[in-house]
Structures are given as structure tokens and as C-alpha cells.
């Protein structure tokens, strides 16, 4: 199983063995949580406590110990709605102090898979009806490919048009018949570059699609120009 999800809604690896454990334990006292995760007991004791005040344990005391047991799943969505609401009240505090930066950074990094989906999503916030992108390789669906069907779900609802201009490696994904508003280009197979570059607007994204992918937005009027003259060379070039 992916554990990863559950990282990314702030779960900690010990508090991800131990909800997984009594999910399959069921009811438990601590001994048999300790043997099946392979904690120590300090661990355990401190880890289920957390869970208990974040609503994925349960416990009834019997005598002097405690019986623990996993909320149903699907009390996560919850979780998870919460903690969004809770976010969306300080949210206009947030854009409001962005607003007012005296500093606008032109050139901003990322890394890692998180870091450059985060790129992507704030591409997708910038303005302009067009999305370009060249250089694209299999190596860039590490990101998923449902998480990449959902991007471009969300680029077609929000009326912006997509030229994907793919190395052939990604032929067999099939893009064009996945990704809504979007016309797919290949470029001929032999050399697979590790760069991949979207224009949007007056940004451009770079991601080099390493292990560890790097990435950067560079917010830049006349370079996304220039970027853009050379997209439509290479598009014109590139056959269906």
C-alpha cells in the first residue's frame, strides 16, 4: 500500500504503522500493537495518544488497561475537511499579505514529486487561455496518472486550451484521448531529453526530471515571449 497519502495529511511514519496495525488487529491492547509494528513500547504509547487526539483511535478501559481500536476510514474525509476549513478562514489573511509584498520574486525553485505538483498547481492559477508545453517524457508520470488526468481536468474546467508537445516515449499514454481541450504533438524518438518546459501566460515552468525532480517558475514577460516563439517552431516541426 501507498502510505504516502497519509504523510501528506500530516500523519507521522509511527502513527501511519499504528493505524494500519489496529485496522488489522481491530480491538487491541498495546502488547500486540508493539509485536505487529515493530515499535518500541515508548513509541506506541505516545504514538496512540496523538491518534486518540486526532480522532483515528478509539479506546474503552477494562480493568487497568486500554483496548484500542481504528476509526472507520472513512472518518478521514472529515479529518480532512476540517483541517480545510480551517485553513480557508486565515486563507484571505494569507493572499492579502502576498499581496502587498514590496518584493516580487521572478525566479521561484522547487523539489521533490510535492514540490513539483506545487509548481504546476501554481501554474495553473496563472491567467491566459493557453497552456504549451514541450519536452515532456514518461519519466514526468512518476507524479501519477490519475494526478495528471486530474490536472488537466482542472486546466480544461477553468476554459484554458492545452498544445502538448511530447517526447514519442509518451505515445503510449495516450494523452490525447485522456486530457480534455488539449491537441497532442509528438517529437520523434531517439534522444530523450530530461527537460520539460510549459509556457503559461507570462510565466514559464522548467522541470528537470531527475529522481529528484528540480523545478522553477520564472515570472518574466519578455522571456515567456521568447519562450513561446520557440514552442511554435518546434510545434509546427512536431507531427500528430
Known sequence: MDTHILEDIGLTNAEIKVYLTLL?????TAGPI???SGLQSSVVHMTVNKLVEKGFVSFVKEGKRNHYQATNPKHIIEFINEKKQR????????????????IKPE???????????ELLLELLDAEGKEHHTFGSIRKSLMLGDAWWVSYHKKRAEKGIRAKLLFNESLKSWKA?????????????AGFEPLTETIIRNDKIGIIVWTDKPLGVI???????????QFFQMMWNAAYG
Open 24 to 28: 488489522e488487529l481491530g480491538s487491541s
Open 34 to 36: 508493539i509485536e505487529k
Open 87 to 102: 485553513f480557508e478562514q486565515i486563507l484571505p489573511e494569507l493572499l492579502l499579505k502576498q499581496q502587498t509584498a514590496k
Open 107 to 117: 525566479i521561484i525553485t522547487f523539489r521533490g514529486v510535492k514540490g513539483i505538483k
Open 218 to 228: 520564472i515570472h518574466q514577460k519578455e522571456a515567456a515571449q521568447s519562450y513561446e
Open 176 to 188: 490525447e484521448t485522456k486530457y480534455p481541450k488539449a491537441d497532442v504533438r509528438y517529437t520523434k
